[in-house]
């Protein structure tokens, strides 16, 4: 069970922002990203998405006190756009703040920046096991589409389906 004392707190949200991701917040990234994702996005995956000119976003919230300031990364998401449409490729949320409402925020602020680009749609795959998310996404009005068969690794050598959903804006 995680100490309440070292769960940062995330009821300030006027502290918390949104930045782009650079190369040099990759290390950072992978943090999370190796601790929330049992079969994680490499370093190359994320700087082969920043040279593509995908757009990555960092959750960021800024405390200052007598003595420091900390910058600490809580979430992050990739998209890539093609044409009036946006595919979420990856998004996370460091794994002490799942539960408090982060994701919800996440999810609703990609929304919110895809719409005002003018994008029709929003595309993502989401492993079947993963109902968390899936339950996350319904809420949002994402529906399935389709099913990609095998397109996840699993253990024990197996492969995990993806279902395939989109939500219209």
């Not at 994702?37 to 082969?48: I, K, M, R």
């Not at 959750?59 to 998209?79: E, G, I, K, P, Q």
């Not at 044409?83 to 794994?95: F, G, S």
């Amino acid at each position: 069970m995680m100490d309440a004392r070292n769960r940062p707190s995330i009821a300030a949200w006027e502290d918390i922002c949104l930045t782009p991701m650079q190369a040099c917040d990759i290390e950072e990234v992978l943090a999370i990203e190796n601790h929330v994702y049992s079969y994680p996005w490499t370093h190359g995956n994320f700087l082969d998405a920043l040279s593509h000119d995908y757009e990555a976003w960092l959750v960021r919230t800024t405390t200052s006190t007598t003595t420091a300031t900390t910058d600490d990364l809580l979430a992050y998401f990739v998209t890539m756009r093609i044409l009036n449409e946006v595919h979420l490729l990856n998004i996370a949320v460091r794994h002490n703040l799942h539960g408090q409402g982060l994701g919800r925020a996440l999810l609703n602020k990609t929304i919110t920046l895809m719409r005002d680009k003018g994008m029709e749609s929003i595309l993502l795959e989401v492993r079947p096991s993963n109902q968390r998310a899936i339950a996350l996404y319904e809420h949002f009005g994402f529906a399935p589409i389709g099913r990609r068969k095998n397109y996840y690794p699993a253990a024990n050598n197996m492969r995990e389906d993806a279902i395939v959903m989109r939500l219209v804006l």
